[in-house]
């Protein structure tokens, strides 16, 4: 009994040191630096320092607590987050396999046999030829990761998980811009609606007074059907923003989570289209395309294969491991919990490929060829990044540009109106001049309105470029492997 119980702790003392690694063949992963680099930095006109905070909730700066619901509420809510949400738990559960090869696996086995012998077999006992045989008992294996096969195979685990977790980042991201998008659209279409209508009454007017003017004998038919398609032609813009109404009230109900029509009665009170103020963008932080969620996943995803070279790397060295096993085997129910019917079992396993045909070479070079492309495509994604950011920041400039000299046009035209009319009364002009101004007025407010929409659906597209919609976490390498548990 003795010797048994020195020989288990022996065997538990040899597991013990399994865990340990002593090599980590493969490269070392290093971040790449291009996303810091002065190239990337002066392609943005980068600022040493600004808000993150401010980018982390950007729709705030809108100052609409309603539109702050929304996306409150989709972040919350929306089915596409909560897919993204259970990835992250699939690769947490992955990367609990991958911490387990650091622990032994232990096995129970029992069972029992009721034997008979052939009386023909050439083996034919002399005896009993019927017998029991009971076996139950405890085997277990630990590899040792001496070459760091194991580890490397956790560090890509661990890097898949943070690609994963970056990934529902991104998520957010576009969430937040699709709510706030979605947002502005309704709200510019509610004023193009209102626009509409007023230049309605507008035309009504005046096809009433040309009208009046026909009845008394000042004027002929033409005038009259003139204002007529005029009129018309306004009204029926009106059921297609009503359309565009109902199909933005309806694409914010499922990025919220609601059943489409639910959110009608909310958003039905007439309101401004969203402004935030252009001080905002007096800077652009020059960390933010290195933690774009998109650049991360790409970054994370190079890191993984990285780690995945070392992997196929540690199958050149041979792989040891310790086996054991102790139970009890006997012939007889009544003896089988005796100390005689015990039998054990143990060493080490020293396991190594010397040919395989060149398998391990070429499984190295080509997890190196899928290193260097995901290299290549965090290098893409990073400038893919920077033409975001520098396209939507142009585009919002011009945009504001645009808009201003739309708004002095409709005012010119307001006046032309009201000049034209006037004219028109006291018969001083046709009716063409009446009829051109009116067309021109309902034309540039369509226009004005619109590309006050614009530039707020700019800004939301230079706030999705910039990662806006999560808090960025600053780290210089990822994250050590935490240790494995034993559940």
Same mark, same amino acid.
């Given at each position: 009994?003795?010797?048994?119980?020195?020989?288990?702790?022996?065997?538990?003392?040899?597991?013990?040191?399994?865990?340990?690694?002593?090599?980590?063949?493969?490269?070392?992963?290093?971040?790449?630096?291009?996303?810091?680099?002065?190239?990337?930095?002066?392609?943005?006109?980068?600022?040493?320092?600004?808000?993150?905070?401010?980018?982390?909730?950007?729709?705030?700066?809108?100052?609409?607590?309603?539109?702050?619901?929304?996306?409150?509420?989709?972040?919350?809510?929306?089915?596409?987050?909560?897919?993204?949400?259970?990835?992250?738990?699939?690769?947490?559960?992955?990367?609990?396999?991958?911490?387990?090869?650091?622990?032994?696996?232990?096995?129970?086995?029992?069972?029992?046999?009721?034997?008979?012998?052939?009386?023909?077999?050439?083996?034919?006992?002399?005896?009993?030829?019927?017998?029991?045989?009971?076996?139950?008992?405890?085997?277990?294996?630990?590899?040792?990761?001496?070459?760091?096969?194991?580890?490397?195979?956790?560090?890509?685990?661990?890097?898949?998980?943070?690609?994963?977790?970056?990934?529902?980042?991104?998520?957010?991201?576009?969430?937040?811009?699709?709510?706030?998008?979605?947002?502005?659209?309704?709200?510019?279409?509610?004023?193009?609606?209102?626009?509409?209508?007023?230049?309605?009454?507008?035309?009504?007017?005046?096809?009433?007074?040309?009208?009046?003017?026909?009845?008394?004998?000042?004027?002929?038919?033409?005038?009259?059907?003139?204002?007529?398609?005029?009129?018309?032609?306004?009204? @029926?813009?009106?059921? %297609?923003?009503?359309? =565009?109404?109902?199909?933005?009230?309806? #694409? !914010?109900?499922?990025?919220?989570? &609601? +059943?489409?029509?639910?959110?009608?009665?909310?958003?039905?009170?007439?309101?401004?289209?969203?402004?935030?103020?252009?001080?905002?963008?007096?800077?652009?932080?020059?960390?933010?395309?290195?933690?774009?969620?998109?650049?991360?996943?790409?970054?994370?995803?190079?890191?993984?294969?990285?780690?995945?070279?070392?992997?196929?790397?540690?199958?050149?060295?041979?792989?040891?491991?310790?086996?054991?096993?102790?139970?009890?085997?006997?012939?007889?129910?009544?003896?089988?919990?005796?100390?005689?019917?015990?039998?054990?079992?143990?060493?080490?396993?020293?396991?190594?490929?010397?040919?395989?045909?060149?398998?391990?070479?070429?499984?190295?070079?080509?997890?190196?060829?899928?290193?260097?492309?995901?290299?290549? @495509?965090?290098?893409? %994604?990073?400038?893919? =990044?920077?033409?975001?950011?520098?396209? #939507? !920041?142009?585009?919002?400039?011009? &945009? +504001?540009?645009?808009?201003?000299?739309?708004?002095?046009?409709?005012?010119?035209?307001?006046?032309?109106?009201?000049?034209?009319?006037?004219?028109?009364?006291?018969?001083?002009?046709?009716?063409?001049?009446?009829?051109?101004?009116?067309?021109?007025?309902?034309?540039?407010?369509?226009?004005?309105?619109?590309?006050?929409?614009?530039?707020?659906?700019?800004?939301?597209?230079?706030?999705?470029?910039?990662?806006?919609?999560?808090?960025?976490?600053?780290?210089?390498?990822?994250?050590?492997?935490?240790?494995?548990?034993?559940?």
């Amino acid at each position: 009994m003795k010797k048994t119980i020195l020989l288990s702790a022996g065997l538990i003392g040899l597991f013990a040191l399994s865990g340990c690694t002593l090599f980590r063949v493969g490269p070392d992963y290093t971040e790449s630096t291009f996303a810091r680099s002065e190239a990337v930095t002066n392609a943005l006109h980068a600022a040493e320092v600004t808000n993150t905070l401010a980018i982390a909730t950007w729709w705030d700066t809108f100052n609409d607590p309603q539109l702050t619901a929304l996306v409150k509420q989709a972040l919350s809510t929306n089915r596409e987050l909560r897919i993204a949400e259970a990835k992250i738990r699939q690769a947490r559960a992955q990367l609990g396999i991958a911490a387990a090869r650091f622990l032994p696996g232990l096995n129970f086995a029992g069972e029992y046999q009721r034997q008979g012998v052939s009386q023909n077999s050439m083996n034919f006992p002399m005896g009993n030829l019927d017998q029991n045989y009971y076996n139950a008992g405890f085997d277990a294996t630990w590899e040792l990761d001496i070459f760091g096969g194991n580890w490397r195979q956790l560090e890509a685990s661990m890097a898949s998980l943070q690609a994963i977790a970056a990934m529902r980042e991104a998520v957010k991201v576009t969430l937040a811009a699709e709510v706030v998008t979605g947002y502005i659209s309704y709200r510019t279409a509610q004023q193009r609606l209102l626009v509409a209508q007023n230049n309605v009454a507008i035309q009504s007017n005046t096809y009433a007074l040309v009208a009046s003017r026909a009845q008394s004998g000042l004027e002929n038919q033409l005038p009259i059907q003139q204002s007529i398609y005029n009129l018309e032609k306004t009204r @029926a813009d009106i059921p %297609a923003i009503e359309s =565009a109404l109902e199909s933005s009230a309806n #694409a !914010l109900a499922i990025l919220t989570g &609601e +059943m489409p029509g639910t959110l009608h009665e909310q958003l039905a009170a007439p309101k401004g289209i969203p402004e935030a103020p252009a001080w905002l963008l007096e800077g652009i932080p020059a960390e933010v395309i290195r933690f774009r969620p998109d650049v991360r996943v790409a970054e994370r995803q190079a890191a993984a294969a990285m780690a995945e070279i070392g992997m196929a790397r540690a199958d050149y060295y041979p792989k040891f491991a310790l086996n054991g096993a102790i139970g009890l085997q006997s012939l007889k129910a009544p003896n089988f919990f005796e100390y005689d019917s015990m039998a054990y079992g143990f060493g080490p396993k020293v396991s190594w490929a010397i040919f395989r045909g060149g398998s391990i070479r070429n499984n190295v070079r080509a997890k190196t060829a899928a290193q260097e492309q995901a290299l290549l @495509a965090y290098e893409q %994604a990073v400038l893919a =990044a920077a033409k975001d950011i520098r396209d #939507a !920041l142009v585009a919002y400039n011009k &945009e +504001m540009e645009r808009e201003a000299s739309l708004k002095k046009a409709v005012d010119a035209a307001k006046k032309a109106v009201t000049i034209s009319e006037d004219l028109y009364k006291n018969g001083l002009t046709d009716f063409n001049n009446v009829l051109d101004a009116q067309r021109s007025l309902s034309a540039l407010e369509e226009g004005e309105i619109a590309s006050k929409g614009n530039i707020s659906a700019q800004l939301v597209r230079l706030y999705k470029a910039l990662g806006g919609g999560w808090q960025p976490v600053p780290a210089e390498a990822a994250p050590a492997p935490a240790a494995p548990d034993n559940k």
